[in-house]
């Protein structure tokens, strides 16, 4: 079965560049969601989307955007990088309205900041 | 505003031997609760959910957990522990009534060792 794809799965930068994370939900996934994972941290949740349109915002810096997609992909879009972002990023999605309720999570995209 | 406690940040038991991993949780209403697995470097596999119904739920890889409404817990259980278990466990609820967004709020995680 298709799971959440997320690109790149590493990633290397400079303090002060930008970086931009991808994000592929399961097909016919409505929902995405970000997640930053600092080293030892558990998951905290960033921002999350819904056909399009910003569901829910958690945590997530002024330097960091992101959207979603007329194809449901979504990208996260970080800018100004610090030393501290350095973290695993995971994408998740899901469909809203799915009682069930559990997230599919990627296998993450580890940015290093330098 | 809703949380979750994981009161123990690693656990070491013997192959073979029983595991539990506690997790308890502060929500309004009736929780959503989830366990996830995480192995190093990867992503958060679902491992199992209680969201209404039998107290006792089962999930993957032979982990079960029991959800006990007065005591605000789920932990986590296996009746004889491998060493492939060994790995990093989240607890995370999601509070009911959230629109149907499935946002979840993650424990600190315990890391399980199981030892040979």
């Known amino acids: 079965a298709a799971g959440v794809i997320q690109s790149p799965r590493h990633l290397i930068k400079e303090k002060r560049e930008t970086a931009t994370l991808k994000c592929y939900p399961i097909?016919?996934?409505?929902?995405v969601y970000w997640y930053q994972q600092g080293p030892g941290q558990d998951p905290q949740f960033l921002i999350s989307?819904?056909?399009?349109?910003?569901?829910d915002k958690g945590s997530i810096p002024d330097r960091f955007s992101a959207q979603q997609f007329s194809d449901y992909h979504s990208e996260l879009n970080m800018s100004s990088l610090e030393l501290g972002d350095s973290a695993l990023y995971f994408c998740?999605?899901?469909?809203?309205?799915?009682?069930?309720?559990?997230?599919?999570f990627g296998e993450g995209s580890r940015l290093t900041v330098l | 505003a809703q949380s979750v406690a994981q009161p123990e940040d690693q656990v070491n038991v013997a192959e073979g031997n029983p595991l539990t991993v506690k997790c308890t949780y502060s929500?309004?209403?009736?929780?959503?609760l989830f366990w996830y697995v995480q192995y190093p470097n990867r992503g958060l596999q679902f491992l199992l959910k209680?969201?209404?119904?039998?107290?006792l739920v089962k999930g993957s890889y032979g982990f079960e957990a029991e959800f006990n409404k007065s005591q605000t817990s789920f932990h986590l259980k296996k009746p004889s522990a491998l060493v492939s278990d060994s790995a990093l466990y989240f607890c995370?609820?999601?509070?009911?009534?959230?629109?149907?967004?499935?946002?979840?709020?993650f424990g600190a995680g315990t890391r399980l060792a199981v030892h040979p």
């Open positions: 929500v309004s209403g009736n929780p959503y």
């Open positions: 989307f819904y056909e399009k349109m910003q569901s």
């Open positions: 097909p016919r996934h409505d929902t």
């Open positions: 209680y969201i209404t119904g039998d107290n």
């Open positions: 998740a999605s899901s469909l809203r309205d799915r009682s069930s309720g559990e997230l599919f």
């Open positions: 995370a609820v999601r509070a009911p009534r959230s629109g149907g967004y499935n946002k979840l709020i």
